[in-house]
């Protein structure tokens, strides 16, 4: 089975047709282990440099980052809350 995976895609790439990502997230899907989301991440007019706005960066970065900390346990899956409760986080360091 595969790792969980998040393909981005732009439909103004001519660099690598945008049916290649869709195509390949439909056949991972297809045998993705539970709790191994893949997803497609497709944006509309932007292409293989990117070109998009400075709120269409941020909302990039903002999906890129919450889907590599819930992979990576940081997140709880279903709440978006940190999964670490408060009484277990590190003390601050001494100053």
Do not use: C, E
């Amino acid at each position: 089975s595969y790792p969980a995976v998040l393909f981005w895609s732009g439909d103004g790439d001519t660099r690598v047709d945008p049916l290649h990502a869709r195509k390949m997230t439909a056949l991972m899907q297809a045998s993705a282990a539970p709790g191994r989301p893949i997803i497609l991440r497709y944006d509309t007019l932007t292409g293989h440099s990117g070109g998009r706005s400075v709120d269409q960066q941020l909302d990039f970065d903002a999906d890129l980052l919450s889907f590599a900390a819930s992979q990576a346990g940081m997140l709880s899956a279903l709440d978006g809350k940190n999964a670490r409760s408060p009484s277990r986080a590190p003390a601050p360091a001494p100053r």
